[in-house]
């Protein structure tokens, strides 16, 4: 079997006397298609800071890519070929729309590949992303005229704009109609078929089970469940804890 | 419009003021001139750090001062033409600036505001203690009566004013610049959510640490023609209260998300000064300037500039 | 050589006291910045303002400082609510407070120094009371009253404030929201009246320790300066927010700036704090009690 792109071995990460992750392992192969569920409060959004290194885990080891990545700064992680999303969205308020995907560009993709893309080559990339998420005609906008639903595809086209090799979309579709979901869903799928790895947290289940090739279940801190999705949600461990 | 142009145009403005003020042919123009211009080179440089990325230095006299004191301590150990005591100074003030940012960025911005509070008391401590540049004291600074450049003589007041000028220019072609560039994407971002700057790949520690590398830097060259200006430096002229409260006041009042707003606020708040010390008192003006930046900031956050274009943009509607 | 073990245990003993009245110092920011998230550095100006209240009352009408400091105490929370209010609706509302409300503050820092400086010059003043000057002798240590009697009231200021913020109801509405609005705003107490409550607290205690202030040393108007770095130097030290820990970092911080009076002179004083906080701040930015 290849080389896993991501491995989280043993993670742990504690606030105070509260164990908000304990003990996970995760592995995650090249161009595969996971999805995380739990709870809310069970610790996804924890695990992801940690992956990302806007936490440091306290224990256990993180693999990206071959390298270990623990106490690395979060930018260097995105360099890497790391891209994550916001649970809440947190756009560049005094950037406009195209301006935020410039920003991973100009940082993450340069730092990378050292290219130089003339300004009208990144506003060109930037209204290709705006145009895969919905939002091109908005590019001029400010974030702070976008409805709760387009800041939310912000974040994602963000995320994206890092050509990352690892995806990590973080409650993304909250709150979005059916036929948005559908649109988000074929985007992730798109990207899929280019070979970007994809980790998708949702609640929205009919989502997650028709996205995901595995499926990892979380609850309190704890990773409970991991494998085909159709047999994670038949333990009756998981229907217990959060399908209920 | 082109960066060269730019520059060429604030040249231009440049000379042509330098040139304007010799025809009218008043002294003391020069002398209140220069002290204005200092502002505006000390309100740009703050700016840099506190409007672009939005990190506040209270220690604004302590980077003034050390470019001050490094004359000091050069015209005493090997006196030098103030050019090359110019780029002495950026040099220890932006040393200090590093030194500074690098201990204290890694935490929040509250931190580092903190931190430059207690610098500028801490480093006048240690100027009060060094004999060496006089300590308390004080330090005297004969300098020419007049001075010749390029075959003509000028007093040397004048020549300060030129340098002073020259200073404005590059302080206010840095900051344009930046604010066009990568660099100045980066640091709006900082100021946006340094988080999620971060997560896009943004260096934020390392920008950080240039801008106050690069703010230090410019306050200190302000600094560095001083001792020459004012013929005798005491630390508590050095330290004054009125370096601290008026680089934060001016880009504030001006507007902090441009290189107009310091401009702005500096030619404003430095010519109303003037007056003021001059009809009132020195310490009134201060009170003013006090009063002015606590009600700009709660009725007016962006500025005067951010005022206007705002009326601006709701006329176009 | 004779090493001046006097000269030390003096030292040490007097920083102990310094390190009392620290704590009164600073015990006002351990709420508004460890508790409340504000970065309030006009704390000292409010100190010195209770300083000259004291200063002018006790030379008009003769009235113990520590008293005048007592009934300061409404008078000051008063003003911190009223501070607060402004606070809010202006930066915290907005989401602009790191910026513009550290601006705000620093206005009202430099607004109260040069208020002062105007209306009563930049003389030093001194309150008079009848424990100026005697001291307490044992062996050969001295013990001033003029620093033992604000170090005890100090301390008991203190342990009241533990004591409220741990027994009472709004008390430990205070310990919440520092840790958490939201669930606070969910258990139906309304969090801007708890943190004006608690701001108006810290603004409070700046009456009292203006009073001390006046009593230790005389004042003047620049003195509130030398202060931020030394309250925040213990605050951080301490651990944010943690009242056992602003005792512990203050004393520290007494008995060495005391120390170093001693043998280096008291020149070298200011610089002591600000040692202190960036070393706390470079290697152990929680505090000695932090997490």
Redesign the interface.
């Known amino acids: 079997m290849a080389e896993p792109l991501l491995q989280i071995d043993n993670v742990g990460k504690r606030f105070g006397g509260f164990v908000a992750l304990d003990g996970i392992n995760l592995t995650v192969a090249p161009g595969e298609r996971v999805g995380l569920i739990g709870p809310n409060g069970s610790g996804k959004s924890t695990l992801v800071n940690c992956i990302c290194g806007t936490l440091r885990n306290e224990t256990g080891t993180v693999r990206f890519d071959g390298r270990q990545i623990d106490g690395m700064p979060a930018h260097k992680r995105t360099i890497l070929g790391l891209a994550r999303s916001f649970q809440l969205p947190r756009p560049f308020h005094s950037l406009s729309v195209s301006e935020n995907l410039h920003i991973p560009l100009l940082y993450a993709v340069k730092s990378r590949s050292g290219s130089h893309l003339t300004p009208a080559e990144l506003e060109a990339h930037c209204v290709e992303y705006l145009r895969l998420v919905g939002l091109d005609h908005k590019a001029r906008k400010r974030p702070r005229d976008l409805t709760q639903v387009e800041m939310r595809k912000l974040e994602l086209a963000r995320a994206m704009a890092a050509e990352p090799k690892l995806l990590i979309a973080d409650e993304s579709m909250a709150g979005l109609s059916h036929s948005e979901i559908e649109d988000i869903l074929k985007l992730l799928r798109q990207l899929s078929e280019r070979g970007i790895t994809i980790i998708l947290i949702e609640h929205i289940m009919s989502a997650v089970m028709s996205f995901s090739q595995r499926l990892a279940v979380l609850v309190s801190g704890k990773k409970i469940a991991d494998g085909k999705p159709d047999d994670v949600v038949r333990n009756p461990e998981v229907e217990k804890a959060y399908l209920g | 419009m082109r960066s060269a142009w730019f520059i060429l145009i604030c040249v231009a403005v440049a000379a042509l003021t330098f040139l304007g003020l010799r025809v009218v042919h008043n002294d003391y123009l020069f002398i209140a001139g220069y002290t204005v211009l200092q502002f505006i080179v000390l309100a740009t440089a703050w700016n840099i750090l ?1 409007g672009y990325c ?1 990190y ?1 230095n ?1 220690g604004s006299a302590a980077f003034f001062a050390l470019g001050a004191y490094t004359s000091v301590f050069f015209h005493k150990a090997y006196p030098l033409p103030i050019p090359a005591l110019l780029v002495l100074s950026a040099v220890v003030s932006g040393l200090a600036g590093l030194g500074m940012g690098y ?2 960025l890694r ?1 929040r ?3 580092f ?3 430059t ?3 500028a ?2 480093l006048q ?2 100027v ?2 060094w004999d060496y540049v006089g300590g308390s004291r004080g330090a005297y600074v004969i300098r020419a009566n007049t001075v010749e450049l390029f075959g003509f003589a000028m007093p040397y007041v004048q020549y300060l004013f030129l340098l002073m000028l020259t200073l404005v220019v590059l302080a206010i072609v840095t900051a344009r610049t930046i604010e066009r560039s ?1 660099l100045g ?2 640091f ?2 900082i ?3 340094e ?11 390392r920008l950080k640490l240039i801008a106050t590398t690069l703010s230090g830097a410019l306050m200190g060259m302000a600094g560095a023609p001083f001792p020459y200006y004012i013929g005798y430096l005491q630390p508590s002229s050095a330290f004054g ?1 009125e370096y ?2 008026n680089s ?2 001016m880009p ?1 009042i001006g507007g ?2 441009s290189w107009i707003g310091p401009l702005v606020g500096a030619l404003l708040l430095g010519i109303i000064q003037q007056v003021a010390t001059v009809t009132i008192s020195s ?2 003006n ?2 003013i300037v ?2 002015l ?2 009600v700009f ?2 009725i007016a ?1 962006n500025g005067l500039v951010g005022f206007v274009t705002q009326y601006f943009r709701a006329k176009e509607r | 050589m004779n090493f001046p073990v006097e000269l030390l245990v003096n030292a040490i003993i007097a920083g102990i006291l310094l390190g009392g009245f620290y704590v009164a110092v600073t015990v006002g920011i351990s709420i508004a910045f460890g508790m409340l998230d504000i970065v309030n550095i006009a704390h000292p100006a409010f100190i010195i303002l209770g300083s000259y209240l004291a200063y002018i009352i006790n030379s008009s009408f003769g009235i113990d400082p520590v008293v005048v400091g007592i009934l300061m105490l409404p008078v000051f929370y008063a003003l911190g609510a009223a501070v607060y209010q402004v606070y809010y609706l202006s930066f915290e509302k907005r989401g602009q407070e790191a910026l513009r409300g550290l601006a705000f503050f620093f206005g009202i820092l430099f607004i109260t120094e040069v208020g002062l400086i105007l209306v009563f010059g930049v003389d030093y003043r001194y309150a008079e009371a009848a424990y100026i000057g005697p001291a307490l002798r044992f062996a050969f240590v001295d013990l001033p009253y003029r620093m033992l009697i604000p170090c005890v009231i100090s301390l008991l200021m203190l342990v009241g404030l533990q004591l409220y913020l741990s027994r009472t109801f709004i008390g430990r509405a205070i310990m919440a929201v520092s840790q958490d609005q939201g669930a606070l705003a969910l258990m139906a107490a309304n969090p801007i009246r708890i943190k004006r409550i608690a701001f108006g607290i810290s603004i409070a205690t700046a009456a009292l320790a203006g009073a001390f202030l006046v009593i230790i040393q005389p004042v003047e108007p620049s003195v509130g300066r030398e202060y931020i770095g030394r309250v925040f130097a213990i605050c951080v030290l301490g651990g944010l927010g943690s009242l056992p820990g602003t005792v512990i970092g203050a004393m520290l911080l007494g008995i060495a700036e005391s120390i170093t009076a001693t043998f280096y002179g008291p020149s070298w004083a200011p610089a002591v704090s600000f040692g202190f906080l960036l070393l706390t701040l470079a290697f152990r930015p929680s505090g000695l009690l932090g997490r």
């Open positions: 506190g939005g506040v209270f201990l204290t935490l911005g509250a931190f505001s903190i931190a509070l207690a610098l008391v801490v401590t240690l009060v203690n990568r994407f980066g709006a971002t100021r946006d959510d988080l999620a700057a971060e997560a896009s790949g943004v260096p934020t520690l209260l601290a409260v934060i006041a504030m902090t998300g310490a009134v201060l009170l006090g009063v930046l606590v900031v709660i956050p």
